[in-house]
């Protein structure tokens, strides 16, 4: 157990649907991490926050969105949602931005 | 072509065999990480390292930065080691670019 939580666990919905995603990270640490793995793409970074704020940002779609809150949870908001955005979504946190990072179990989500 | 390449893509050994994966890129980089995925899905950090070797149990990580590769070996290999390896490195202070992964099975 990583101490990095991630919920729902599934999550299937339609076309043009939004979801969010949320995620814990472990005790102590103020990065958070986004990662998308797809069948074809495999492992991608999306977003990363530290402490509230954007920090870095890699191939997040317009239609994605995320936010860090004062208590460092994160969630992350996809929109108008295609059959291509089906994938698992991976949190993970780590003290400071080069740090190890620790993976959540990760959101499966499928879009029919 | 990719920025970071892993080979092999799949590999299949027997138990007790020792394993080597291996891991190029071609950026600049701050550190490398291994990750091990579970056919669960669950992702764990094995590695992080920036220079030489780095050692956990039966798992030895080398680097080489002049080279640009990295290497991921196990020793007295195990059927519960059978799981994708990811090599993923750190591009500045954040940004991780991952390998395709290695899918490793470990027969009894």
């Known amino acids: 157990d990583s101490g990095v939580t991630q919920t729902p666990k599934h999550l299937i919905t339609a076309t043009g649907q939004r979801v969010t995603l949320r995620c814990s990270p472990r005790s102590g640490d103020l990065s958070v991490y986004w990662y998308q793995q797809s069948l074809d793409q495999g492992l991608q970074f999306l977003i990363q926050?530290?402490?509230?704020?954007?920090?870095a940002k890699g191939n997040i779609l317009e239609r994605f969105s995320a936010q860090q809150f004062p208590d460092l949870h994160s969630e992350l908001n996809l929109s108008s949602l295609e059959l291509g955005d089906s994938a698992l979504y991976f949190c993970?946190?780590?003290?400071?931005?080069?740090?190890?990072?620790?993976f959540g179990p990760g959101t499966r989500l499928t879009v029919l | 072509k990719n920025e970071v390449e892993q080979s092999p893509q799949n590999l299949t050994a027997q138990e007790g065999e020792f394993i080597t994966i291996n891991c190029s890129y071609s950026?600049?980089?701050?550190?490398l990480h291994w990750l091990q995925q579970h056919p669960g899905g669950g992702i764990v950090s094995l590695f992080m390292l920036s220079s030489g070797k780095k050692k956990h149990g039966r798992l030895i990580a080398t680097i080489n930065i002049q080279e640009k590769h990295s290497s991921l070996h196990i020793t007295a290999s195990h059927p519960r080691d059978s799981a994708v390896y990811i090599c993923?490195?750190?591009?500045?202070?954040?940004?991780?670019?991952f390998g395709q992964g290695t899918r490793l099975t470990i027969n009894p």
């Open positions: 993970a946190s780590s003290v400071e931005g080069a740090a190890t990072q620790y």
């Open positions: 993923a490195v750190r591009k500045g202070a954040q940004k991780l670019v």
């Open positions: 950026v600049g980089i701050s550190a």
């Open positions: 926050y530290y402490n509230g704020e954007e920090r």
